[in-house]
Structure formats: structure tokens, C-alpha cells
């Protein structure tokens, strides 16, 4: 459920890569509980946000707080810690390990809020193997993924590689989950189960959400506010239907499927 306490407030952030400024001047605001889009033509700078928010780089400018904590500077595992997890755009799982492992890997990074622990009746800290063994299946079955616990992550098809990055951040117990194009590769039928689950972690887990999305049926179906990037900058920001009938919306995605 959405709130009005403010989660993530980022203000006036960018970064410079030599010539080129990748964001510029980004104002975003999420409240708790929220599930924002962050949309955009390619090279708009989406991933870069992203990289931004979870330290990978640090800001040239602006500043990003979490919670009224600053952001900035701090290296990503500290960010994960404070409540930050994400997916990648290009499917990051440790392909050698077992789906399990994969999973249980994240709870050495685990966010020390306790939204997770309370609704699983667990305490913060799990007093073994066992505990973090169940509930790391516990998320899996969220994913359909219990029945391939010790499978090789590399050998599970696409879409399930997809769902089980999203489960192993997760894990990381977050308060803001950060998803890079997770519908990318998917089919229909995929996209669709996928647009279900993320509404359903997010009532389930309290979760705030910012998702990347190029599938525009996926983001104007679940999204309820978005933000529009077009080389490094806002250049809109509205509900589904206000960000579809804009001018500059439609400008910048000339050539470009909006529908
Ligand atoms: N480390 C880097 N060094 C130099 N340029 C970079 C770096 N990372 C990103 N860029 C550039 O920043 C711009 C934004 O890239 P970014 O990957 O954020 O776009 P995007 O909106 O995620 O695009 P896509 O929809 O294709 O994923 C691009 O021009 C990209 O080449
Ligand atoms: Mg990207």
C-alpha cells in the first residue's frame, strides 16, 4: 500500500562519462510503497539511474537519499545494506551455483530493517542454515521455482533466470526494489505471469518499486505514476495516462512503439 512517507528523494542527480552527460539534472521522489516507472528511449540513461541510485557510480551531481539518509559516495554493498536491492538488464546470477545457493548468497547482504522477518514471524538475525535455507525457499515458491532447487542457475531457461534474480534480491530484504527491463526476452504469457508477481511482492513484502520497462503495456498496466527519461533528462512525469498523451512523450519515442 502506498503511503505518503516520502522513501527516496533524489535531487538534481547526475553523472558525467568524459563528453557525454549520461543524467542530468533528475529530480525523482518515491513514497512508500509506491510502483513507479522510469521509461525512456535507448541510451536514454535508465540503467545509468540505476547505477546511480545503488552506488555503482557515484553522482557528479545532486544528491540521492534513502529514508533521509544520503546516498551518495557510499559503496554498493553499504547502499544494499541500508535497504537498496536491484536486477540487472543483463541477467547477473552466479550460473554455476544451484538455484538455492543463488538465493541464499543474498542473505549476507541482508537489509537490517525487519518488514521481512515480521511477516515470516522470523527474527532479524537467523540463528542457522536451516532457517535461511526455508525461507530462501519460501521465496521461491513465491517464483515458482521450488521445484528446481539444485539445478545449475545457468541451465534454467530465460524466463526462470529472470523471475530468480528478482526472488535472490529479495532476499536481500529491501525496501526499495529496483527492476532493469525484467520482462526483457520474456514471452506474452511470461510478461503477463511477471506483471502479476511484481504487484503481488509488492503488497506482499511493503515493497517500493522503480521498474525500467520497454514492454509499455507492462508499465502503463501496473504502474501508477512514471517517469520519462530522453538523453539524460525528465522530460515528463505523470500517471499512465497523462505520460500517454504528452507531446514530448510521444516526440521521443518517434519510430518507437507507445500504445
Ligand atoms: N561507464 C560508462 N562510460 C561511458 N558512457 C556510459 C557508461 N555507462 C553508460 N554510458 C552511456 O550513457 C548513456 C546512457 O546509457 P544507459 O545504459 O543508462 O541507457 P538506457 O536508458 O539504460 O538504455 P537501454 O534502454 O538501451 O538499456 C549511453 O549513451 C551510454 O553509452
Ligand atoms: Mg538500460
Do not use: W
Not at 538534481?12 to 525512456?40: P, T, Y
Not at 546516498?71 to 545494506?81: C, M, S, V
Not at 521455482?145 to 542457475?153: I, R
Not at 504502474?223 to 525528465?234: A, F, K, N, S, T
Amino acid at each position: 500500500m502506498t503511503t505518503n512517507k516520502l522513501l527516496l528523494k533524489v535531487e538534481k542527480a547526475g553523472i558525467r562519462f568524459g563528453g557525454l552527460q549520461a543524467v542530468s539534472d533528475v529530480n525523482l521522489e518515491l513514497k512508500q510503497g509506491e510502483l513507479v516507472g522510469l521509461i525512456g528511449p535507448n541510451g536514454a540513461g535508465k540503467t545509468t539511474f540505476f547505477n546511480l541510485l545503488t552506488g555503482v557510480y557515484v553522482p557528479t551531481e545532486g544528491s540521492i537519499e534513502l529514508d533521509g539518509d544520503k546516498l551518495n559516495g557510499l559503496a554498493p554493498f553499504k547502499i544494499t545494506r541500508k535497504g537498496i536491492s536491484r536486477t540487472f538488464q543483463n541477467i547477473r546470477l552466479f550460473g554455476e551455483l544451484s538455484v538455492l545457493d543463488n538465493v541464499k548468497v543474498a542473505y549476507h547482504s541482508r537489509a537490517k530493517h525487519s518488514i521481512l522477518s515480521s511477516i515470516f514471524r522470523l527474527p532479524h538475525h537467523f540463528s542457522g542454515e536451516k532457517e535461511m535455507e526455508e525461507q530462501a525457499i519460501e521465496f521461491l515458491k513465491i517464483f515458482k521455482l521450488e521445484g528446481f532447487l539444485h539445478e545449475k542457475a545457468k541451465n534454467l531457461p530465460y524466463g526462470q533466470q529472470r523471475r530468480l534474480e528478482i526472488a535472490r534480491a529479495l532476499a536481500a530484504n529491501p525496501k526499495l526494489l529496483l527492476l532493469d527491463e525484467p520482462a526483457a526476452g520474456m514471452n506474452p504469457q511470461e510478461t503477463h505471469e511477471l506483471m502479476n508477481l511484481i504487484s503481488f511482492i509488492r503488497e506482499r513484502f511493503s515493497l517500493t518499486v522503480l521498474l525500467i520497462e520497454h514492454d509499455m503495456l507492462l508499465v502503463m498496466g501496473v504502474c501508477e505514476r512514471i517517469y520519462v527519461l530522453d538523453h539524460g533528462q525528465l522530460i515528463a512525469q505523470g500517471t499512465p495516462q497523462e505520460i500517454r498523451n504528452n507531446p514530448k512523450v510521444i516526440e521521443a519515442y518517434l519510430g518507437e512503439e507507445v500504445s
